[in-house]
């Protein structure tokens, strides 16, 4: 037998607080019965009950965003998922993913752009590190075109691989390529690493370690490896120190200039020696980094080399529709004068469309409309040379927006508006900050004032609600009455204070969704004693000490017996409030592992997810309090008569504040709705904001990436937020 599970700290909390419960259950019960507690001592023992209650609205507030704040509810998975099963289906998740993508990009119609590469070695590992073996210094070639991608990477022995690109080379459209082609083929139970992208900017060396920070993007993604491993860990985890995983790291550039360095660094350290991985990066950026910290170890580096302006013509010329103007007639004028020099600035118009970015704009904004590229012309003819390439690629950029919706579809004003929301949303995710259009990360977005403002008022407003509700009751027989409603607007005003000043330091009020539903069948007491955490703890502590306050100072002030009555109310029912809490956590059951995460569908989850447990947290939450009232004061201490109906509307009006204050402090869709609604009310999103990404997302503007969406590419999006 373990002994050290036997006394883990949970457990220990778990049996010393019902201990003490039970203790001071049986001494209020002997006092009762003896009739040794005085009208005095029974109206601070029933503040001390409910002031403890009322204080569960401002924990709430105050300690999730502080202690629990982004933390995931440990839930029990089913056993017997495999590390071959899992790895099969993150395999056929991420195929399926990245399929998806290919089509809505259009990467084969009519054919891929050929992007090839060539060595860098300046900035790669010595030989002997990248062969893994000290006595071969012989280097490796490693050119290759887009469909060759696999087999350069298979001929690299450490497994480890740097692509070097300039903005719009198509490094993402390589990795895309990458994972394809090594899916293709692969059966059940191979246990070939699987190509998971990671987007870099959401990494902060300096406060996460690398493994860390890849284990909660593949929970984040792929909620289905939260399953636990028969070693104790996450199958997420497992599959990583298995070297079942290949990172793809795309995005280095993206990452801030300060995080770089240390970015290479925790490459270096936590990568281990076998784990292959393949990075992505800006040719500038990456030899910068280098020269401030080191090579990423073993890697060979390569780097991707400008289109060839004859298949960029002719694939310019394919991708017209032949409805249209035949291709070659269209874009016969642009290609005349690239090839024969005829008209000034052409040569900047060929620089412009040799990276598959820029071609890609191209075939949005001319082939697939009644456009004329000769307007590309006519741009560069009325330039000066420094300023012309850069007023090309803004045309292309410009267009290609109102290009992506079409000009016959919506109305012109439609066209606008859809702009307008997307220079929006790309200034809230701008350059230098994660750059993932996170839905849960939009309530961060609004003023900080705002955000501590509405923190402070919900808390006073769940706080006060009961206070308020009971104060009002008719049947109070003593003047226990004011006391009760000062001590609740001393507690609202502490706690919205507090609330709000935690939140205006600069403090999240969102949190990451739990990719959870809920089940109320099957659930055993055990389930729930196991989910109370060490931390949860806390809550026992808070409530004790809040009736402890109270206590005192009814003792202080001649009250007989109020210091135990206090201490008797917080923790009776801090303990309660903890037990409510780990039963609405243990409800929570995973996703299917087939099912596919989409921004959407997590959303969808999380919602419902969300008033199924603010309703039964409100339920739970209610009935405790009406249990106190009913039992306590009015059966032990006779201090209110409380007829039916009145026992019914606390019971009621309860439910709805504690089911709200839930619905804000512990979800991620409560936030979301609040800062949704309020970017709507502006005009600065639509009201149908998860459609309206879904929508930019089929018509290529965005990209998803799991859970979350991005633009198509960090240049598209710093257009966007400088409009």
């Not at 060759?148 to 990795?175: D, H, Q, W, Y």
């Not at 090579?295 to 529709?321: C, F, H, Q």
């Not at 004003?413 to 939009?442: K, M, N, P, S």
């Not at 027989?477 to 507090?498: E, K, M, N």
Request: aromatic share 8%; proline share 5%; net charge neutral.
């Amino acid at each position: 037998m373990d002994n050290r599970r036997d006394w883990s700290p949970r457990r220990l909390a778990f049996s010393v607080s019902g201990i003490a419960l039970a203790g001071l259950l049986v001494w209020l019960g002997v006092e009762l019965a003896q009739g040794r507690l005085g009208p005095n001592d029974k109206v601070t023992t029933s503040v001390g009950i409910l002031t403890a209650f009322a204080g569960l609205a401002v924990s709430a507030a105050s300690f999730t965003l502080t202690l629990t704040r982004g933390k995931r509810s440990d839930i029990e998975r089913a056993p017997g998922e495999t590390l071959d099963t899992m790895a099969d289906i993150l395999a056929m998740t991420v195929g399926r993913q990245w399929e998806n993508e290919e089509r809505i990009r259009r990467v084969h119609d009519p054919f891929p752009l050929p992007v090839q590469w060539s060595n860098a070695d300046d900035v790669a590992d010595h030989w002997e590190n990248v062969r893994r073996s000290p006595a071969d210094n012989r280097p490796i070639s490693l050119a290759g075109r887009i469909d060759e991608i696999v087999e350069v990477f298979n001929r690299v022995p450490s497994g480890r691989l740097v692509i070097l690109g300039r903005a719009g080379a198509g490094k993402t459209v390589l990795m895309t390529r990458f994972v394809r082609r090594m899916l293709v083929g692969r059966g059940d139970g191979n246990s070939a690493p699987i190509p998971v992208v990671f987007s870099m900017g959401t990494w902060d060396p300096l406060k996460r370690r690398l493994r860390d920070w890849l284990v909660d993007e593949l929970l984040l993604h792929h909620p289905a490896l939260a399953a636990r491993h028969n070693s104790g860990v996450t199958i997420a985890a497992a599959l990583l120190s298995d070297n079942r995983v290949l990172p793809l790291l795309d995005g280095f550039d993206e990452m801030p200039l300060r995080l770089r360095g240390p970015a290479l660094l925790g490459l270096n350290a936590d990568l281990g020696e076998a784990m292959p991985v393949i990075l992505t990066s800006r040719p500038d950026e990456y030899r910068a980094a280098v020269l401030s910290a080191d090579v990423l170890t073993g890697a060979a580096v390569v780097e991707i080399s400008d289109l060839d302006i004859d298949d960029v013509a002719k694939y310019l010329v394919l991708a017209t529709p032949r409805g249209r103007v035949a291709g070659t007639a269209k874009w016969n004028a642009v290609l005349e004068s690239i090839y024969h020099g005829v008209d000034p600035g052409v040569a900047d118009i060929a620089a412009v469309l040799t990276t598959p970015l820029m071609v890609s704009l191209a075939r949005t904004c001319y082939c697939e409309t009644d456009a004329d590229p000769v307007e590309l012309l006519a741009m560069a003819a009325g330039m000066v040379d420094e300023e012309r390439r850069a007023a090309i690629e803004d045309l292309l950029f410009g267009s290609f927006v109102p290009a992506a919706y079409g000009s016959s579809a919506p109305p012109h004003d439609t066209v606008g508006r859809h702009q307008r929301w997307l220079c929006f949303i790309a200034r809230q995710f701008a350059a230098g900050e994660v750059g993932e259009i996170a839905w849960w990360r939009l309530a961060d977005r609004l003023p900080r004032l705002l955000r501590s403002a509405v923190v402070a008022i919900v808390t006073l407003v769940a706080i006060m609600t009961p206070v308020v509700t009971f104060f009002a009751l008719p049947e109070w027989l003593s003047g226990a009455r004011y006391l009760w409603l000062l001590c609740g607007v001393v507690l609202a005003l502490i706690g919205s204070f507090v609330s709000g000043a935690v939140v205006m330091r600069g403090h999240s009020v969102t949190r990451p969704p739990e990719p959870s539903r809920i089940r109320l069948r099957g659930v055993r007491l055990g389930r729930v004693r196991r989910s109370a955490r060490w931390r949860a703890a806390l809550w026992g502590v808070i409530w004790l000490a809040g009736g402890l306050v109270f206590g005192s100072g009814a003792a202080a002030i001649g009250l007989r017996g109020g210091l135990w009555a206090g201490i008797a109310g917080g923790l009776g029912v801090g303990t309660a409030g903890w037990l409510i809490l780990g039963l609405v956590s243990r409800l929570a059951v995973p996703l299917e592992p087939t099912e596919t995460i989409s921004p959407g569908h997590l959303l969808t989850i999380e919602r419902r997810t969300t008033l199924a447990r603010a309703a039964l947290s409100g339920l739970a939450a209610a009935s405790t309090a009406t249990a106190v009232v009913l039992v306590l004061i009015d059966g032990f201490y006779d201090l209110v008569t409380i007829s039916l109906v009145n026992a019914i509307l606390l019971f009621v009006i309860n439910a709805v504040d504690i089911a709200a204050a839930w619905f804000f402090f512990f979800t991620a869709w409560g936030p979301w709705m609040f800062s949704r609604s309020w970017f709507a009310i502006r005009g600065e999103l639509p009201w149908s904001t998860m459609s309206f990404l879904e929508d930019a997302h089929v018509r290529g503007v965005l990209r998803q990436a799991g859970g979350v969406y991005q633009f198509r590419h960090a240049r598209l999006r710093q257009h966007l937020a400088q409009s």
